[in-house]
Structure formats: C-alpha cells, structure tokens
C-alpha cells in the first residue's frame, strides 16, 4: 500500500541553526499538509499546499517557516532560525482530492532543538 | 473558535470488555469527522470519515458513530492489539485541514 514517507526521522539541532524535514507524498496526491505535535499536546496543522503554493497557514505557520515542493516527489518544510520551542514531531500528510478526503500521515520526524 | 474534545483521556479495559470514546467537536463547516489510530512512535494512521449525522461505518472491532455535536469510537470485544491512542478530528478550513483532539489512550489488558 502507497506510504508517506518522512526524512529524517530524527534531527537534533543547535538553537538557531536552519532545519529542513522532508516528505515524500504518496504519488498521486495533490493536497500536502504539515502537522506538528509537541509532546503531549494535540497534533497541530501547520500550512496545507496545493498548485505549488500555498492554500492555507496556522498562526504557527510564522515567517521563519516555509514549504516548498522542488520537485516532483518531494516536499519540505525549512525552519530558518529554530527556537527551543521548536522541538516536537512533524507529520507530513497528503490526500487526493483535498478537502473531506481522509489524509495519509507519514510516521514524523522528531526534531530536538538544543 | 473550531475546538475538537475528547474523552476520557485514558481508558484501561479487560480483554474483551467493550467500551465507548467520546469525541465532542464545535466546527463551523464541518468537512469531514476522521478517527485515526497513532502507535507510539508513529503518525496518525487512518481508520474511519463519517460526513453527516446518522452515519456509521463499521471495520473489525470498531464502529464510529457521528450526531451534530458528537462522534463515538465503539470498541467491541477488544484484544490487547487495539491498544493505541486514538484520535479524532474535524475537518475544516478552506483546504479541510484537520483540527485534532488529544486523543484517548486505550489500553487492552489480556
């Protein structure tokens, strides 16, 4: 069965420091998101990105995030200047036809801000 | 303000002990009631999407129920494998991005 797949699957980085977590959708999907959770709270969306850009964004989604799909199988989520608060796991998901549909999470990517 | 709640917070049962998980939802054009699976360690796995009230859907043990204010996970005759966390979530905003409770941990004891 088609998976989301996310890389790494654990990144540690100094305060500061830039991140990228990248995603691969499932291949015929249209509809990306980025969730975060940080632990033991809720599972919080992030940005949802169609066309090649992006459709919506939480008040989390600040300007030191960005997505980007630089090809035709990836996509990534860049955090410029990570915080402490940064720390959590990042889910990235995709569904077929958007809204309604059930989304498809890969298993995350624990990042750990030091 | 879109607000997804969840209850009880854990839940412990016997093996074969059939019980219920609430979840409560106030969202302004719903699009959608998911129920997701989360193992440790692991993303939200997909289990069931119920669009309007009166609907049920059925899979193994579990069966998902939606009125216009709440969803129900009825679990029947669990087995120690159903042990998980399990999630609710409304589907809202433009693009349907989903709005998550913070789960239920069910734990299945043989």
């Known amino acids: 069965e088609p998976e989301v797949t996310q890389t790494p699957s654990h990144q540690v980085t100094q305060m500061g420091q830039e991140v990228i977590l990248r995603c691969v959708p499932i291949?015929?999907?249209?509809?990306f998101y980025w969730y975060r959770q940080i632990l033991g709270q809720k599972v919080e969306f992030l940005v949802s990105?169609?066309?090649?850009?992006?459709?919506?964004k939480s008040e989390i989604f600040d300007d030191q995030f960005s997505v980007e799909r630089p090809d035709g199988s990836n996509f990534t989520l860049k955090i410029r200047s990570t915080k402490l608060e940064d720390s959590a796991m990042y889910f990235c998901?995709?569904?077929?036809?958007?809204?309604?549909?059930?989304?498809?999470f890969g298993d995350g990517t624990r990042l750990s801000i030091l | 303000e879109d607000q997804v709640t969840q209850s009880p917070e854990a839940l412990r049962l016997q093996e074969g002990e059939s019980s219920s998980l609430n979840c409560s939802y106030t969202?302004?054009?719903?699009?959608?009631l998911f129920w997701y699976r989360q193992d440790p360690g692991k993303g939200p796995e997909f289990l069931f999407t119920?669009?309007?009230a009166g609907e049920e859907k059925e899979k193994e043990r579990l069966k998902a129920t939606l009125t216009k204010k709440e969803s129900f996970l009825h679990i029947t005759a669990p087995k120690p494998e159903d042990s998980a966390t399990y999630l609710c979530?409304?589907?809202?905003?433009?693009?349907?991005?989903?709005?998550f409770g913070k789960g239920t941990k069910l734990s299945v004891k043989p």
């Open positions: 998901a995709s569904t077929m036809t958007g809204f309604n549909q059930p989304q498809h």
């Open positions: 291949s015929n999907h249209l509809y």
């Open positions: 990105f169609y066309n090649n850009e992006i459709s919506e």
């Open positions: 969202v302004s054009g719903l699009r959608g």
């Open positions: 119920l669009y309007s």
């Open positions: 979530a409304a589907g809202g905003g433009s693009q349907g991005n989903l709005i």
